[in-house]
């Protein structure tokens, strides 16, 4: 706990410029820690941004599996920062839970990792697997050097599975085992009108107003019956929900008013014909992010401005393309653009989505580690959130991922307030304790 | 010209707190001018807000008319300030342009009515009229006093025309009158859906998006083909426009082309069924200013916000009533919103429409003195802005009001790089002397 404080408190944000040091401290410290655990090779590795920390033991033995264990110790902007009850990065703990930036994605879940280490080597002297240990500082800005720092590196870094510590538990009670994530590609949009911001009094209603057609834009882009997404071709690579399928989903009891309970949503919506659950992690979403140009400031101003932008994404799931989508986007919104506007049209950023074979006996393994670890059956689904690596460690390694986490779905993660269960914390290091030696099982199979 | 530098240099900005001690620079500044160039009685007059600067001067005789010439000091804000090529308030001439904020909107004109007055009673020793000059402090604020000081003053402010000088010719060799201002309603919309931001991986498409929503409900209230308006009973009190209001109108020699040189828009869009100039004097108008809520910073971040919120306006003409359509497009608003969010709708501000008789003496009398100013007849329509206070004036002291001015469409007024076209300044302050002249003989009809 005084470990994750300790991390809590340096303001790793991989998207502002201006905590490029606290990004070098947050890998030094790490660096450090790996040391004093007894991982061996402890080293920056450069990747043309911010460099991983690695570390690993490899002591085994013969026919011993090796592991490759991820995480990532960057966090995300704290905006918006007066909506925190406590300032993000001086860690509180109030009743169970500890506050700060980073708590659950993902500075508590990498700790978890290196503290079921600590303990089988303080232990035991040894761990029952091989294990290499890496930790990204650009997860929150999309892994842009992660792709090439696994293919470049897919020597140092083979490895018989792959563990993602990054992710959450249906609730205090109920481990989960994520099977899946969710792509995404994420476009800037920006509509451009007159050549400067115009009076509303003296053009309005004769000079097109670049909000009005953004708006336009986006709403037709959505179904608002079945909020299906209505760009052509949208949906042709998805694969169908099987029944199979359907039924694991259809065993994880989270009832819509939990969900309201949870989130504050007055009710829920979503795409005809689909479960809530089914809605968040096995089918795609178009989402406005904000709403770009013009006045919003305090009172009023009656401009007719010269642009007007969006940030918008889509998550996407197998056998979507990101790079498709984002031309498919692109295509839809130019054909609908009047002739009084320019469309400018940039993608930010894209990942593949992915699946992960259940059978794989690295995902056995873990599934017999979270029922010891928490006393309970974990349920398995897809998870609705991006993580490009779980493809391209698959591609690169031929590794099966297993994803697993001990955040809880109200931790806050990517807003204010961001905190971690402790019981859950605790809970996932005997997982991981356990999960060591259930993996060692396997090369006996 | 120093003068009108002057002035400009005082950040009158209404809108913004820690300008008042500017608003009160500028009107003590303005007091000093008025007694020096000869007017009686000058006095800062209280509004219950910013005070109003009051001089006049009543020694013209029996039967000769009285004008009440009404201006505004304060401004507009200067946002975006990257976009300004000089800075805002450091006046700076390029070619025959003035460029600061206020040159033309208000401080250049309000400073011609006093120029003119200046000039006779240097010149002939006296005004062929009585003059009394009112100067606001909060216009560009929607005037939120004014319609009780001109009630409460009616007696101090009787009169036999009301004169406003705050608009702008066609073009630098072709001078206006205006006879009629649209009204405005200005709404604050919120979106109010999960009670804190959510992370778009966990809860995107399960959880209703406010912007989706937002956008969705603000592109409905315009038919995208017709551009008209779609809240259920907003035209019912316009006006037809009459076969001879468009033949007046229709001699304006304002060509779609000139519209798009001077904005830079790639070409015009408007209502079905009317032309340019009609679209933007004589129809409502539905403009989005600003959307606020999410992440609009560098980057991407996949926030699914607790709230989106827009500003909107929209333009009336008579008869419009801003309460009554302020609540049609709540309801209308209100009537979309599906259960998974919660709308508030608050009105920020409203303004009648009105319309001025053109063969008011007064009316008469100006577009005589127009043609003696710029040696040429002038043209005549209805104005895009509002003024509040023409509806105002009109009813507290059933007086004609004659909307001239001496700025020039494309003088960004409201908008980065606001100037002011002196020899249109000059004219105008020819025109005005005539004026007094003109409407002196009024009195003989």
């Known amino acids: 706990l005084d470990r994750l404080r300790d991390l809590i408190r340096i303001p790793s944000v991989s998207m502002a410029p201006e905590h490029a040091p606290d990004m070098a401290r947050a890998a030094d410290w790490l660096v450090e820690l790996m040391r004093q655990i007894g991982l061996e090779n402890v080293d920056l590795l450069p990747t043309g941004g911010v460099p991983v920390v690695y570390g690993e033991w490899l002591h085994a033995g013969p026919g011993a599996p090796t592991l490759l264990a991820y995480g990532h110790y960057d966090v995300q902007p704290v905006d918006p920062l007066e909506e925190w009850l406590t300032p993000p990065f001086e860690p509180a703990r109030r009743g169970d839970d500890l506050f700060g930036r980073g708590a659950s994605d993902d500075k508590g879940q990498l700790l978890a990792v290196l503290a079921a280490a600590e303990a089988w080597l303080q232990a035991a002297g040894h761990l029952p697997i091989n294990l290499k240990v890496m930790l990204e500082g650009e997860e929150e800005i999309s892994s842009p050097h992660m792709a090439a720092f696994v293919q470049d590196g897919a020597q140092r870094l083979a490895c018989d599975a792959v563990l993602i510590c990054d992710d959450a538990m249906l609730d205090p009670h109920t481990p989960l085992i994520t099977y899946g994530v969710r792509g995404n590609v994420y476009l800037q949009l920006t509509v451009r009108g007159p050549a400067h ?142 002739p009084t506007v320019e469309l400018e049209c940039h993608v930010l950023g894209r990942s593949r989505p992915a699946v992960v074979d259940l059978e794989a006996p690295a995902v056995q393994a873990m599934l017999s580690a979270l029922e010891m670890g928490f006393g309970i059956a974990p349920l398995a689904l897809r998870g609705g959130g991006s993580l490009p690596i779980v493809a391209e460690f698959q591609d690169a390694l031929g590794a099966p991922v297993v994803l697993a986490g001990f955040g809880l779905p109200d931790d806050n993660t990517h807003a204010p307030n961001e905190k971690l269960h402790l019981p859950s914390l605790y809970g996932g290091i005997e997982t991981l304790i356990h999960y060591y030696h259930e993996l060692a099982q396997t090369a006996n199979l």
């Open 197 to 338: 911001d115009l009076h509303s009094g003296t053009f309005g209603g004769a000079v097109e107003n670049p909000f009005n057609v953004l708006v336009r834009l986006l709403a037709r882009c959505q179904d608002p019956d079945t909020r299906r997404i209505t760009i052509p071709h949208f949906y042709d690579r998805v694969r169908p929900l099987s029944d199979e399928e359907r039924a694991l989903l259809a065993r994880i009891p989270l009832t819509d008013t939990a969900v309201c309970a949870m989130t504050g949503a007055p009710a829920l919506a979503g795409e005809a014909g689909y479960t809530t659950l089914e809605r968040a992690a096995v089918r795609p979403t178009f989402e406005i992010h904000g709403v770009q140009g013009g006045f919003i400031g305090p009172g009023k101003k009656t401009v007719l401005p010269a642009w007007a932008g969006a940030k918008v994404s889509m998550r996407l799931v197998p056998d979507q393309d990101p790079q498709e989508i984002a031309r498919l986007a692109e295509s839809f919104l130019r054909s609908m653009a009047p």
